[in-house]
């Protein structure tokens, strides 16, 4: 039995002791002592129990709802989080900078990537985002050092350049 339904004593009783009789809930046994009035107060008392069961159906469906779009919203940002920056060309979203695969070379890149990636590439050795700021004759403030660093790592995110542990970059070989 479902242990919210409450029956009285008696109509469990009877309910426990027809059911294991065999007869499926019509023997007689120990259904003579309870009283009218007994079942009729269960009967009252189910019955509100009853009428409230699709509301509270009706508030689990709405909380469900909400919690696939809720999920479905998380997901959708956590997705866009970790997505790399796109660009809109012709009306279709694309990679500013492209992964580096195998067949497509630097001419892939936007202009100023290509400068930053040549530049990088002819060095002799990692360098910093100071010096390719000074070689393109852009001050070397810290707000255009970091917007050169972005750049840097963006090109070293997509392979095609690496960072070093002390920050630098060189072209991958």
């Not at 009035?37 to 409230?52: I, N, Q, T, Y």
């Not at 990537?113 to 001050?139: H, N, T, W």
Request: hydrophobic letters at 40%; glycine letters at 6%.
């Amino acid at each position: 039995m479902d242990p919210m339904v409450r029956l009285p004593e008696c109509a469990a009783d009877s309910y426990a002791l027809s059911r294991s009789s065999g007869r499926g809930g019509r023997g007689r046994a120990g259904a003579d002592h309870c009283t009218a009035w007994e079942l009729d107060a269960a009967e009252e008392r189910l019955a509100k129990e009853l009428e409230a069961v699709p509301a509270e159906r009706e508030e689990l469906v709405v909380a469900e709802r909400v919690l696939v779009r809720l999920n479905a919203q998380a997901e959708a940002e956590a997705d866009e989080a970790s997505a790399p920056a796109a660009g809109q060309v012709a009306g279709r979203a694309v990679l500013l900078v492209p992964h580096r695969e195998k067949g497509r070379d630097e001419k892939a890149l936007p202009e100023e990537y290509r400068k930053v990636f040549d530049i990088v590439r002819s060095a002799d050795e990692p360098v910093m985002a100071q010096f390719v700021c000074r070689l393109l004759g852009i001050s070397a403030e810290p707000r255009f050092r970091e917007a050169m660093r972005s750049r840097l790592n963006r090109l070293a995110d997509r392979g095609r350049l690496r960072q070093t542990p002390a920050g630098r970059f060189a072209a991958v070989l």
